[in-house]
C-alpha cells in the first residue's frame, strides 16, 4: 500500500506578511492546554515527529526515519502527574530506549509516567522517503487509536517536528490544535524568505539572489555577482527548503572573459560546480531548482569559521 495520501491542499501558499503565527482557532483551544511552552493538565500531549519533507530530499538522508528519535525530549512532560504523552513514529521504538529515557528525564517517576505514555506505530519503517505525518494519514487504524487514547480530542493538542501542510491536515482530521507555526508561513523558513526576511529587518545577508525558479535564472544571477571581466571567484547554490546541507552546490568560476555569454557560463558550471550531496547531477539539480527554487550568494571564505548552529532542549 502507498503510505502516502492524497490531502486536498497540502502546499504552503504565499506567506502571510506577518503574525498571527498560530490559526486563531489553534490559539483559542491552546490557550488553556499550553502555557509558556509547557503543558498545562490534564492534557494528552500527541507527538508525531515528521520531518515532513521533499520526498526527493529524505531519499538522500540514510536512515532518516531515525529523527524521529529526536521529539523523545517530549517525554519530560510527564513529570506532570497530570500529562500523557502519546508518541507516534513509524516503527516500533526500542522500549529500552524508551525506559532509558524516561529515567534519565524522570528519574524516580519513572514507572508512574510510563504508565502515563502510550506508545503508536504505523508498523512501517522500511521507506525513508515517506514521512511519518503521511503515513499517519494513510492508516484509519493508527488515527483511531490516537482518537482512543485519554482527553483526546477534547483536551489534548498535536506537537510535530516539521508544521507542513501535512501536519494541519493531520490535525484537521484529529480535530487536534497544532502547536507549531502556521504551515502559511512556512515560505519564510526558506532560504529566499530568509534573505528577504532578513533585509526587511535590516541584518546584512552575503551578496547574492534570491527567487530563482530555472536554469536561465540561475546562469543569470551567476552573471550578476561574477560579471564579465571579473573573477575568479566562487558562489554557492542553495535550494530554497534543503536539508542538512544537501541542497548546496558550491561553483569555482575561472577569470571570466570580457565577452562571456550565457552558454560559457554554464559550461563553467558543468566544469566547475561541487555539490553537497555526492550523488546529485547538474541535471537532476537544474530538475531540483524548477520544482524547488533557489537562492545564489558569493562564498564568504574566511581562515576563521564558527558555525552558529545549536541545539537546545
Not at 503543558?39 to 520531518?51: D, F, H, M
Not at 502559511?184 to 530568509?194: D, F, V
Amino acid at each position: 500500500m502507498d503510505s502516502r495520501v492524497s490531502c486536498p491542499d497540502l502546499r504552503p501558499s504565499t506567506a502571510a506578511a506577518g503574525p498571527p503565527v498560530l490559526r486563531s482557532a489553534d490559539a483559542h483551544r491552546l490557550a488553556g492546554l499550553v502555557r509558556d511552552g509547557k503543558p498545562q493538565g490534564p492534557v494528552t500531549v500527541v507527538v508525531v515527529p515528521s520531518v515532513t519533507l521533499d520526498p526527493a530530499e529524505l531519499r538522500r538522508i540514510p536512515g532518516s526515519v531515525h529523527f524521529e528519535h529526536r521529539l523523545l525530549f517530549t517525554l519530560r512532560y510527564l513529570r506532570d502527574p497530570q500529562v500523557r504523552v502519546v508518541y507516534v513514529t513509524s516503527g516500533p521504538l526500542e522500549r529500552a530506549a524508551v525506559d532509558y529515557t524516561l529515567r534519565i528525564l524522570c528519574g524516580a517517576q519513572a514507572d508512574a509516567a510510563a504508565a502515563r505514555l502510550t506508545l503508536i506505530d504505523c508498523d512501517d519503517a522500511g521507506d525513508d522517503a515517506v514521512a511519518l505525518t503521511h503515513r499517519v494519514l494513510a492508516r484509519q487504524a493508527v488515527q483511531e487509536r490516537i482518537l482512543a487514547c485519554p482527553d483526546v480530542p477534547d483536551r489534548a493538542y498535536l506537537l510535530t517536528f516539521t508544521t507542513t501542510p501535512a501536519e494541519r491536515f493531520l490535525a484537521d482530521r484529529l480535530g487536534l490544535p497544532l502547536y507549531g507555526c502556521d504551515p502559511e508561513l512556512a515560505p519564510l523558513g526558506t532560504k529566499t524568505g530568509s534573505r528577504r526576511l532578513f533585509a526587511e529587518a535590516g541584518v546584512p545577508v552575503a551578496e547574492g539572489r534570491d527567487g530563482i525558479r530555472n536554469r536561465a535564472g540561475l546562469v543569470a544571477a551567476l552573471a550578476g555577482l561574477v560579471p564579465p571581466g571579473a573573477g575568479p571567484a566562487s558562489v554557492v547554490v542553495k535550494l530554497d527548503d534543503s536539508f542538512a546541507g544537501l541542497g548546496n552546490a558550491v561553483v569555482a568560476l575561472p577569470a571570466v572573459p570580457p565577452t562571456a555569454d550565457f552558454d560559457w557560463y554554464e559550461r563553467q558550471v558543468v566544469a566547475g560546480v561541487c555539490f553537497a550531496d555526492g550523488e546529485l547531477t547538474w541535471p537532476r539539480f537544474l530538475d531540483a531548482v524548477d520544482r524547488r527554487g533557489c537562492v545564489v550568494e558569493r562564498l564568504v571564505e574566511s581562515p576563521a569559521r564558527l558555525a552558529p548552529s545549536a541545539q537546545l532542549e
